[in-house]
């Protein structure tokens, strides 16, 4: 799409504040994701119908050897994808299933819509190897670049380094995924959502914060979670 187009495209972000949008929050994973595709706005809607038309599916065919492609006109996962300041995503392969449909998921297209981003801000996806034990490559988040990437069980990614952006701006992407038919006898992985890094990788509470973690009364635990997320909005 042209800049005109994409900043049309931003100019229709909902506000986080609203109902349109899943909020996941956890210890790995930080984010806002739209909630259904009838919250698009019309810039929204041209750009998914482009990104899902037969001419745009030969295109992806051809560039990454995937045929038959199918679009997901319901975004499942995909839409709009707001990170703000504290946002990150850990080191992990995305689910490999669209669950409404049996669908195997083969494609994610990210079109970043962040202007006069700076690295400082953070936010970059990064691209690791298949045992996910090194980083191989980073990918800024600047505006109208896209990132397209196949999905399989050893394409480890993801947006470690917490958003740092000043003025309560948000790391922001539009997300599509794209999926192709299982057929009889295919040779395929089992259904499952996302699969971190492996844990060997992870950072490892000490003893004592496992300690403390332990005996401390659940609602103690949750209201200092609150407290924690609350310095970070």
Known sequence: LSNISLDSLCREIPSITGKNWVHENNERLRT???????????TGFQH??????AAFLYFLSEVTGIWE???DPYLQGGGYHVMPTGGKFDVHVDRNTAYETGLNRRLSLITYLNKDWKPEYGGQLELWN??????E???EPVFNRTVIF???DKAYHG???????????SRDCFIVYYHTARTAGQDAAPPHTSIYGPSLYQKKDSAFRKFVRDMTP??????VKNARESRMK
């Open 159 to 169: 947006i470690p380094k917490r958003i740092a952006a000043p003025g309560g701006r």
């Open 32 to 42: 806002y994701n739209m909630r259904s595709a009838v919250n698009l706005g019309e």
């Open 218 to 223: 659940p609602l103690l635990l949750r209201k």
């Open 130 to 135: 298949s045992d996910a034990t090194r980083c």
């Open 69 to 71: 492609l199918l679009p």
């Open 137 to 139: 490559s980073v990918v």
């Open 48 to 53: 998914t119908a482009f990104l899902h038309s």
């Open 150 to 152: 196949e999905i399989t």
